[in-house]
């Protein structure tokens, strides 16, 4: 069984601090697939990135960073001198790679406050 | 490209009532999802469809039946509205791992829906 932990419910930081979300998750795939998606208060689900398990590099884009360590079972998710607009909710998720088997399973979510 | 759409927005039914929420989707993705979003508890599928005329049950099926008789499009059905199924209910499509594309999936707005 797949499983994700989100272990932050909420976090509240001041603008322009930096953030990390934390994602820990549980599969007994050899190959599966990260992905951190963002729920703005709007509610619509926005796609931020996708990880195959055999790619480790760390990625970079703008002001987000993500940390992929296959040793501890994280991908953890920082955002860089934080702006109102992140207020968010961010899910992390994961799924398989098999025929059948690529649903996702969602963490719990993390509610992000910038406070300006 | 409209992307996901789902049908209707918002509803209120009453106990017992039936109802069907439509997604359709214009990007020819072979796999569909319908999750619900529920306060503190993240996304849970509830049934999903590796093409059409597939379904396959998810986490939390029970009270639903779907029906994919044409590939764009996914419909959900509560035959008789709980209480219990008052939530957010969100639309998913995206291609098969092995096309090598990518699997992210991506999300309808939602539906917004009340059992009284």
Redesign the interface.
């Known amino acids: 069984a797949q499983k994700v932990t989100q272990a932050q419910?909420e976090i509240s930081v001041v603008e322009k601090e930096d953030v990390t979300l934390d994602c820990v998750y549980e599969t007994r795939d050899t190959t599966y697939?990260l992905?951190w998606?963002k729920q703005p208060p709007s509610?619509?689900?926005v796609?931020l990135i996708?990880r195959n398990s055999f790619d480790e590099q760390n990625e970079i884009s703008g002001r987000y960073s993500w940390n992929f360590q296959k040793s501890t079972s994280s991908f953890n998710f920082t955002i860089t001198a934080s702006q109102v607009v992140d207020s968010a909710v961010y899910?992390c998720a994961l799924?398989g790679?098999n025929?059948?088997n690529?649903?996702?399973?969602?963490?719990?979510?993390t509610r992000l406050t910038i406070i300006p | 490209n409209a992307g996901v759409t789902q049908t209707p927005k918002f509803r209120v039914l009453k106990t017992g009532q039936s109802m069907t929420l439509l997604c359709a989707q214009d990007m020819n993705h072979e796999?569909m999802?319908w999750y619900r979003q529920d306060p503190?508890?993240?996304?849970?599928?509830i049934h999903?469809s590796?093409g059409e005329g597939t379904t396959?049950k998810?986490e939390v099926p029970d009270g639903y039946n779907v029906s994919r008789l044409k590939k764009q499009n996914f419909l959900l059905g509560l035959e008789s509205a709980a209480p219990s199924q008052t939530s957010?209910y969100?639309c998913?499509s995206?291609y098969?791992?092995?096309e090598g594309i990518?699997?992210?999936?991506?999300?309808g707005?939602?539906t917004r829906l009340t059992v009284l």
């Open positions: 419910t697939y992905f998606y509610g619509e689900l796609f996708r899910f799924s790679s025929f059948g690529e649903k996702l399973t969602f963490g719990t979510g | 796999y999802y503190g508890m993240g996304l849970r599928l999903y590796v396959a998810g957010v969100f998913a995206s098969p791992t092995w990518g699997n992210e999936q991506f999300f707005p939602g």
